[in-house]
């Protein structure tokens, strides 16, 4: 069974710039999850699809970012003008669990974004 | 809210002594916990999980990890260490929802480092 996948796996961009972010979950997982590391700091939470809703964006920063499920299988995280401060590592993960349930969420491999 | 410390940023151990990371919580109600591992230019891979029950929890890689209420603790713990065991820990607490989401509270991160 594949895992969750991440596309691009780095990415160097200048501010003001756009960039587009694509998680592939695990097939079958209807919860999809963005993350965050910014240099030096704690992982952090961005938002949380189910199926093709949002359930919880409440760790989005500002509307400068953008989540898309489109169909409820892949997701996308567009940036849009990219600031420096958004550099850092974005995850995604996924589970298959229901909401409400004790879960166990499986990571991709990260985005690195470098915003100069 | 809940929150996750993980005190030890760093540490180094020698290759074949035992390792042990700590991890304090705080969670209002009867947490669910996680221990993570980055390797170098890798993903999150999931070591283990504590749930309930059993307060010793065997992951994989040989590791475990004891969950102690009365100490809010998570220890992670490995009895010899090999050195692709290099890498950055993470532990993590998961809040369970009915409406929002299933998201993950992270610690800063341990990176271990072996020597020879």
């Known amino acids: 069974e594949a895992g969750v996948t991440q596309f691009p796996s780095h990415s160097v961009i200048e501010k003001g710039q756009t960039v587009t972010l694509r998680c592939d979950p695990i097939?079958?997982?209807?919860?999809l999850y963005w993350y965050r590391r910014v240099m030096g700091k704690e992982i952090k939470f961005l938002l949380h699809?189910?199926?093709?809703?949002?359930?919880?964006e409440s760790g989005m920063p500002n509307n400068r970012f953008l989540a898309e499920r489109t169909g409820g299988t892949y997701s996308t995280l567009k940036v849009q003008p990219a600031e420096l401060e958004d550099s850092g590592v974005y995850f995604c993960?996924?589970?298959?669990?229901?909401?409400?349930?004790?879960?166990?969420?499986?990571f991709g491999p990260g985005t690195r974004l470098l915003v100069l | 809210a809940q929150s996750v410390t993980q005190p030890d940023i760093h540490i180094t151990v020698s290759e074949g002594a035992s390792l042990e990371l700590r991890c304090n919580y705080s969670y209002g109600a009867t947490p669910y916990l996680f221990w993570y591992v980055q390797s170098p230019g890798q993903g999150l891979q999931l070591l283990l999980k504590y749930f309930s029950g059993d307060t010793l929890v065997q992951g994989i890689k040989g590791f475990e990890a004891e969950f102690k209420r009365s100490q809010s603790s998570f220890n992670l713990r490995k009895p010899s260490v090999h050195w692709s065991d290099a890498a950055e820990y993470f532990c993590?607490?998961?809040?369970?929802?009915?409406?929002?989401?299933?998201?993950?509270?992270f610690g800063g991160g341990t990176r271990v480092l072996v020597k020879p």
């Open positions: 993960a996924s589970s298959q669990d229901r909401v409400g349930v004790r879960e166990t969420q499986y």
């Open positions: 993590a607490v998961g809040a369970v929802s009915l409406t929002a989401g299933n998201k993950l509270t």
């Open positions: 699809f189910v199926k093709e809703s949002k359930q919880d």
């Open positions: 097939s079958g997982h209807d919860n």
